[in-house]
């Protein structure tokens, strides 16, 4: 979902038939009565017409809505662009100036839009070479959230019972002790690429055999994880629902192979220099913005089936950043 190229992208995006060239067409006003909480006070975006955006996953449409309702209770006229297939639509529009903010995540513009290939380890030294880099694009990067939405090992835990792993770093000694026991279900994406398994298995010295690696769609893995023994071992996002849901065990990546993907406000920093205070209402929110947080909210859209819309005024009205009428 964050790591299409740009060409494979722009061909999905003209076939779906709802932008030109990468570039927005349409939206739909954001008609919520709400008004300041902690969020907005004096309304200080009155006057301002601003178009919020977002990806089409269940965690950006819900961090999109929630910009898009913080603006809307300071008194802005807010333009909904959410669920813009792929990444690079979306970082298009804020580049363009077609939309004026969005989350998006440090890892993705490092990697797919700055072209880098090795991942900064340090969350905070990673935000700062982003933002630093992304001036010149005319995108200006807030402060980042801890929420961070990068690739794990998730293990359930009636097998974890029986094996204890905890880091990556277990699973790579269960692999030489027992290999046999190891069993690693991925996407066909994540099964060839260097920040994917053949990397990590590199980074921990985990020797899985060919046979033990079986490839499927993202979906399915949390079930087969989850339900089945035909996988020990699967690749999930640390921010999905699905963990909690489906009583899991992520590993923690204790050698910090995968990049770090966290969350973070991006303005088209023209927008920023006419409405400084855009800085000052989102930052009380990505503070509060955590990956635990972000699985909860993620569970209520992917699993109890609601509208990402309402999980996000919800969450923003129980944070105390907003008021409904």
Not at 11 to 18: E, I
Request: proline share 5%.
């Amino acid at each position: 979902m964050k790591r299409w190229t740009a060409s494979a992208v722009c061909l999905a995006v003209l076939a779906f038939g709802g932008l030109t060239g990468c570039g927005l067409k349409s939206g739909s006003p954001m008609a919520d009565e709400v008004s300041p909480g902690t969020a907005g006070r004096g309304r200080p975006l009155e006057g301002a017409s601003l178009t919020v955006t977002s990806k089409n996953f269940s965690e950006q449409l819900i961090l999109g809505q929630m910009i898009g309702l913080i603006f809307k209770a300071a008194g802005a006229e807010v333009l909904d662009r959410t669920n813009l297939p792929g990444s690079i639509s979306a970082r298009e529009a804020i580049v363009n100036g077609d939309a004026d903010a969005m989350y998006e995540y440090t890892g993705t513009a490092w990697i797919t839009y700055q072209g880098n290939q090795d991942p900064i380890p340090d969350p905070l030294e990673q935000w700062q070479a982003v933002r630093d880099a992304d001036l010149a694009d005319g995108v200006t990067w807030l402060p980042a959230s801890t929420l961070d939405n990068t690739y794990a090992l998730a293990i359930s835990k009636r097998h974890n019972a029986e094996y204890g792993l905890k880091t990556l770093s277990d699973a790579a000694e269960l692999a030489r002790r027992d290999p046999s026991a190891v069993t690693v279900c991925v996407e066909n994406e994540f099964a060839s690429r260097d920040d994917g398994l053949p990397g990590m298995q590199q980074a921990y010295g985990m020797g899985v055999p060919a046979a033990g690696i079986k490839k499927m769609d993202a979906g399915i893995i949390y079930t087969q994880v989850s339900q089945s023994d035909s996988c020990l071992l699967g690749e999930v996002f640390t921010t999905d629902g699905r963990i909690k849901a489906m009583d899991l065990d992520t590993l923690e990546d204790d050698r910090r192979f995968f990049p770090n993907y966290n969350a973070a406000p991006a303005i088209h920093t023209a927008t920023l220099e006419k409405w400084p205070v855009i800085a000052d209402l989102l930052n009380p929110v990505t503070a509060k913005l955590t990956t635990e947080t972000a699985r909860e909210l993620n569970a209520r859209v992917d699993v109890d089936g609601e509208d990402p819309h309402e999980v996000a005024k919800e969450w923003l009205v129980e944070e105390g950043f907003i008021k409904e009428g």
